[in-house]
């Protein structure tokens, strides 16, 4: 028996769920998401909990049955409290500013770079901080790598974006003299 799939998943009041024979709908105060069920996964809700089970032990049924429940689990997390993400922005010069939904980067181009945000999906400011929040997990972590990924943290003197709490591994410069 997978250890996370057996896990029943607790439902917080303010919490629904809907589940019919393709799509489950989660709905709480932050919104609503919807997630289509494997065929060799069944959903029982009892009571206040919600009991995902397999149909039979074949290694992709097997496989299937963690990542359901976990997908499940996150869609409640996500419409009662929600995900966030924070993104550092280091280097002179290098800032960000909203510009209605959007972000603009100023991050050592010729030019300034502008993110558009997808819907579901707000980021706030503070200096050179950014917050990405939403309801979605996924959503949230793809607009941050995303961000991210348009100017790499570089291993000499930590330039660049990263996220909170990340350790950038530097290097020394040239032939190997220390600072």
Known sequence: MSRIGKLPIAIPSG???TVDDSDITVTGSKGTLKQFTMPEISVKQE??????????DMPKVRAKHGLMRALINNM????????????????????VAAQGT????????????IYKMPAGVTAT???????VSGISKQQVGQVA?????LKKPEPY????IKYEGERIIRKSGKSGKDK
């Open 15 to 17: 919490v629904t769920i």
């Open 47 to 56: 009571a206040d909990n919600l009991i995902i089970s397999r149909i039979n």
């Open 76 to 95: 409640v997390i996500g419409v009662s409290q929600g995900f966030t993400k924070k993104l550092e922005i280091n280097g002179v010069g290098y800032r």
């Open 102 to 113: 959007d972000l603009k980067l100023n991050l050592g181009f010729s030019h300034d770079v």
């Open 125 to 131: 400011i503070d200096q050179n901080t950014i917050t």
């Open 145 to 149: 790598a995303e961000i991210r990924a």
């Open 157 to 160: 003197k930590g330039k660049g």
